[in-house]
Each structure stands twice: as C-alpha cells, then as structure tokens.
C-alpha cells in the first residue's frame, strides 16, 4: 500500500520502527507496504493513532498531499466548542448531558477531531495530571489504546476519567493519585455493566489565577 510507504517517510521511520509498533516482523511490514497482504483494519487503527493522522489517510480514501499540507499547516483561527455539562474525577461522578456554554479551540485541532467537547474536571484521582477545575478536551471515540485518559460511561450514566488498560483481562480503569485504587471489569462486566468508551481526551486545559 503505496500510503503506507509515504507516510512511513514522511515521519522520517523505518520499516522496522512500526515493525515493531505492529509486534510483527519487518518482512512481514514490508510485505503491506508493497501490497503483497493486505494489512487488517486493527493494524490501519495503530498506526493511525501512532502517525496521529485519519485512518482514510493510510488507507488512500484521502488525498495525502493535502492531508500532509494540512497536518503542517499551523493553524491561527479559532472556533467555539461546547462545553458539556461536568464529570467528576471519582467513580461515583455522573456526565449531565447539558451544554453550559462554549469554549475557544483551534480550528486545527478540530479538523483533525470532528465533534471533540470540553468538559470541567471536579474530583482529585487524577492528580498531579489532571486536578479538580481543570478542563478537558475530549474527542469523542470508542477506539482508545492502553495508556490512553478516556472518558468511561458506567451503568449508563454515571462517568470518571481514567488512563485506560485493555488487554484478556477486559479493561482496567487507572487513576494517577495513588490514594485511588485501579479497577478492573472483566469482558463479562464490560458487556453487562455496560462499560463504555465515550471519549479520548487530547488536550487538558489549567488555569493558573
């Protein structure tokens, strides 16, 4: 897949590189690259979030060049994004679905996350990273990775903020103030519950006064 090469050069990597992002071998990378097997939609997925580019980029649904000009472009405009109602930084906190006004945002960062929001963060498990009155981009997903800050929605409505782990043990909630303990729910749990990935967040915001 010719993207797939581009990109690769244009982030100045090797094939081994994201040989070794994919957990395959290089032959086995560069046998997707020149077209010999056809690479799988999980693996188009990594090495989107990796290159932090659309995944129409690498597969050729886009056109790359603009794609490319626009990725380096350095945005000046602004535009407004709402801000929706507020998330506690516990597990007990609820996501009221109200818009409580809007907040200034480059038009770069929503080009590149359509539909992303902002949310207030009141709650301290996620201290020293994120503390009690800061705010949130977030941009809305069900696709996150290990290691990711997601918005995970609990019994249908209530909410946290957490680093994430997935992995055959289900997902695992991971708060950063070791005062708060990590919780893990089982495939089982996650489908029952439900758990759900609402959102990635990609930008906090503090305020110093």
Do not use: W
Request: charged residues 25%.
């Amino acid at each position: 897949m010719e993207s797939l090469r581009q990109i690769r050069k244009l982030k100045n990597k090797s094939q081994q590189d994201i040989a070794n992002v994919l957990g395959m071998s290089r032959p086995m990378y560069s046998a997707y690259e020149s077209g010999r097997f056809k690479i799988s939609d999980e693996n188009i997925a990594k090495l989107a979030e990796y290159y932090d580019v659309p995944v129409d980029v690498l597969t050729g649904k886009v056109d790359l060049k603009k794609t490319i000009k626009d990725l380096e472009v350095v945005e000046t405009s602004t535009t407004q994004i709402p801000v929706v109602g507020h998330i506690r930084a516990g597990y007990d906190g609820i996501a009221e679905q109200i818009i409580e006004g809007y907040v200034e945002i480059e038009e770069s960062i929503t080009k590149r996350f359509p539909g992303c929001f902002a949310l207030n963060i009141y709650g301290n498990s996620m201290e020293p990273e994120i503390h009690s009155g800061d705010r949130v981009i977030v941009y809305p997903t069900t696709c996150v990775k290990t290691g990711d800050v997601a918005i995970i929605c609990l019994n249908g409505d209530e909410a946290t903020i957490k680093r994430v782990r997935i992995d055959e043990d289900g997902i695992t909630i991971i708060p950063t103030n070791p005062r708060y303990s990590s919780i893990t729910y089982t495939p089982e749990e996650v489908k029952s519950l439900p758990v759900i990935i609402c959102g990635r967040v990609i930008q906090v915001r503090h305020d110093y006064f």
